[in-house]
């Protein structure tokens, strides 16, 4: 039963309504379809179908997973390269992984199918939760279904805005060459080579399919994004760095991403049976801007839950004491505590590599999580920790806006998720 471009002719009865139909949803498709869940009556609101390469995820992880067959390359040895010193870091166990949009939405498709599920290309406005049942409307207020659960993952702000507030910004150039030009036996994760702005931190990376085609990004972490002629200043910049001649190269796709950066919260439950997910239901790690692990670990959680017979609510994409020293760090980048090269430098030349990315997945022991505190600058991390139990103790005295919730607010309408 399709529904395409539409609303229904009166209102549908699902299980399950996914809200929001790019990578979350998708992540969770699949997952769905993995689980073989007879029965399951579930709806898809987004007025756009995802299909193609329009974007590429890099992660990590340990081999032999579900989406091996999917990915575009991997690497067991990555770089991270500093004006002072170039290191070649080992993953044992893990390995870094590149995994294009297009597979992905091809197997959502087909779990999609699979499940018989209905698709309304329609945007969504307002959600009403009366704790039994959660009514979707479109834009105008016209009920498009009822559902016993909502996984809403369209973009939306925080609660509340954040103390410190950047973002991840980037451009990326799929460059092609006639002749051996990369290295595939290992990807630069990080290059601080790059020109560093006055307030915030850049670096470049490589990841190469093979010798003779790469994705070639430049990143930002800082408050604002760049116009077209900044990012592709610094992506000749950086070619330049490389050693590449663009003269011999093909620029056959370019890529390009804003993602959040706060301290703010984000509201994974607003209300008894709405779920957020991606973005909005805090998969993107503050610190680093880093989502589609914890986007892989929600969608997988919600289809074991369902298959169990438990309510599809994920768990915190990452502790507590994930989020608070996430916090810290942001505002020693912020205000000047520490360089950002220095930073980054320290944590990977003071930690094993698999520890590192192990932390940045939420995943590391406390005791795991002190040795990584132990490499940062003592004094200037103390002095973002006083500074951020400040902001939070200002925070508790003043009232914070309330979370809109599902019943609407900024980003709640016509948006695709992420």
């Keep these: 039963m399709w529904q395409r471009g539409r609303v229904p002719s009166s209102p549908l009865d699902v299980d399950l309504a996914l809200v929001g139909g790019g990578g979350a949803a998708c992540l969770v498709l699949a997952a769905l379809g993995r689980h073989e869940l007879a029965g399951l009556r579930v709806a898809v609101v987004d007025p756009v179908r995802k299909r193609g390469q329009d974007r590429t995820w890099a992660f990590w992880g340990v081999p032999g997973s579900d989406l091996d067959p999917l990915l575009s390359a991997s690497w067991s040895r990555v770089e991270v390269v500093t004006p002072a010193a170039r290191r070649v870091l ?242 020693a980048l912020d205000r000047g505590h520490v360089g950002g090269v220095a930073f980054f430098d320290r944590l990977f030349a003071r930690n094993p590599a698999e520890r590192v990315l192990r932390f940045l997945d939420g995943a590391t022991s406390p005791a795991e999580e002190l040795a990584v505190m132990r490499s940062s600058p003592l004094l200037p991390m103390t002095g973002a920790v006083l500074g951020d139990a400040a902001g939070r103790l200002r925070a508790r005295l003043r009232r914070p806006p309330a979370d809109p919730g599902p019943e609407g607010g900024p980003g709640a309408a016509g948006q695709a998720g992420s």
């Design 90 to 331: 080992s993953l044992d166990p893990l390995r870094y992984a590149m995994l294009r949009s297009a597979p992905v939405y091809d197997r959502a498709a087909a779990a999609e199918r699979r499940l018989g599920a209905v698709r309304i290309e329609v945007p969504a406005g307002r959600l009403r939760d009366d704790g039994d049942r959660v009514t979707v409307h479109d834009p105008a207020g016209r009920v498009l279904l009822r559902a016993g659960w909502v996984l809403d993952s369209r973009p939306r702000p925080p609660a509340r805005p954040g103390r410190t507030n950047w973002l991840q910004h980037f451009r990326g150039w799929w460059l092609a060459a006639d002749r051996p030009t990369f290295d595939p036996d290992r990807a630069v994760l990080m290059d601080f080579r790059t020109p560093q702005p006055d307030r915030g931190v850049s670096f470049g990376y490589v990841l190469p399919v093979d010798d003779r085609y790469a994705l070639v990004e430049y990143t930002e972490f800082s408050a604002a994004p760049l116009g077209d002629a900044g990012y592709d200043r610094a992506l000749r910049g950086y070619a330049g760095l490389l050693g590449l001649d663009l003269a011999g190269l093909r620029v056959r796709e370019v890529e390009n991403g804003v993602i959040p950066m706060t301290d703010g919260p984000f509201v994974g439950r607003p209300s008894p049976r709405v779920v957020r997910l991606g973005t909005a239901g805090g998969a993107t790690r503050p610190s680093t801007g880093f989502t589609f692990s914890a986007m892989l670990r929600q969608a997988d959680q919600v289809a074991r839950a369902l298959a169990a017979g438990r309510p599809p609510v994920p768990a915190p994409a990452y502790p507590a004491r994930h989020r608070w020293m996430d916090a810290v760090a942001l505002r």
